[in-house]
């Protein structure tokens, strides 16, 4: 079975679209069943239980995906409710632990570190060999599935920093918009490299207390787990970097951070009930929360792909 892929997202009004599922490739051949379906973006998407279930959608699918963003997973509408589904499927490759992926390519605000720098991270520290020792050959900087959780990560962790809860826009208490935007600016720079970018992600309790500082009750009681997410990603790099340069990539380690970055969703979409999602910038210039059904612009960056030379 292939993956669903959209055709032509943009170009059908009321985020209609025509969607396909690729049956058969043969050399140069390849036939697609077409039919017609509503789909909406996950950054489009104002409820936050259907978010979290959208990017739940995404993690499962199998994949190691090279690219993972919100603008490449959606919420596909049906009788039954919805389901999330993956897209953008161009520099995909199934999951096997024992190959990597290469291609250098990713959407900043959802690049993985190592990714993002082109290098590992994580080995432990190796003291300088003597003078005289052999030049040790070093494999060069491959993405790995690790990489690709990491990406879920940061895209459930935009999802709290770029928005908030409409009561807590409605209410009268204070909130401090500004204080939000500006973590979500250091954590979301919109360039790469950018050391804050880093430290949002490893220093695990400076994590937490931005969390607790700058989130409104409503959201921090859904995602309470995001700095223990990262700390256990950091673990799984570190287990599969301990060897160094030697990888542990094994089915056991996918298997494990796979099903723990599952679990960390899942709590959450429990925790969301029917909280409707702000957008920031939408309550600091206008004031007031979004109507419901208003549709979110895509946020500055978050579609716009990087690649390295």
């Known amino acids: 079975m292939y993956p669903i892929v959209v055709d032509c997202l943009s170009s059908f009004p009321h985020n209609w679209a025509l969607l396909g599922e690729r ?4 050399h140069r051949e390849s036939t697609r069943a077409l039919f017609l379906m509503m789909v909406v973006s996950l950054s489009r998407c104002d409820s936050l239980a259907d978010t979290l279930r959208c990017l739940s959608g995404g993690l499962k699918a199998g994949w190691i995906h090279g690219d993972f963003s919100v603008g490449n997973v959606i919420w596909v509408v049906g009788d039954n409710g919805g389901i999330g589904k993956l897209v953008d499927f161009e520099y995909a490759q199934e999951i096997d632990p024992n190959t990597s992926h290469d ?9 993985a570190i190592e990714v993002e720098r082109q290098m590992y991270m994580f080995q432990p520290r190796i003291p300088p060999p003597p003078r005289d020792a052999d030049v040790v050959s070093l494999p ?3 993405i790995n599935f690790l990489h690709d959780i990491e990406s879920v990560w940061w895209a459930y962790t935009w999802i709290f920093f770029y928005h908030t809860d409409t009561i807590t826009a409605n209410s009268s208490d204070s909130f401090d918009v500004d204080a939000q935007l500006r973590q979500y600016q250091l954590a979301f720079p919109g360039a790469i490299s950018r050391e804050t970018r880093r430290d949002f992600f490893t220093r695990i309790p400076e994590l937490q207390r931005t969390c607790e500082s700058v989130l409104s009750d409503r959201c921090l009681d859904v995602c309470h787990n995001i700095a223990h997410f990262a700390s256990t990603l950091q673990d799984s790099y570190e287990k599969a970097e301990k060897k160094y340069p030697s990888f542990m990539l ?4 996918l298997e494990d951070m796979h099903t723990k970055a599952a679990e960390y969703l899942d709590d959450a979409q429990k925790e969301a009930g029917d909280i409707k999602l702000c957008r920031l910038l939408d309550l600091r210039k ?3 929360p979004r109507e419901e059904g208003e549709m979110l612009p895509m946020p500055d960056n978050a579609g716009k792909r990087t690649r390295y030379g």
């Open 23 to 26: 049956m058969h490739r043969s």
């Open 103 to 111: 291609v250098r390519m990713g959407t900043m605000h959802f690049m």
């Open 286 to 288: 206008q004031k007031r």
């Open 140 to 142: 060069p900087f491959r």
């Open 250 to 253: 094994d089915d056991s380690l």
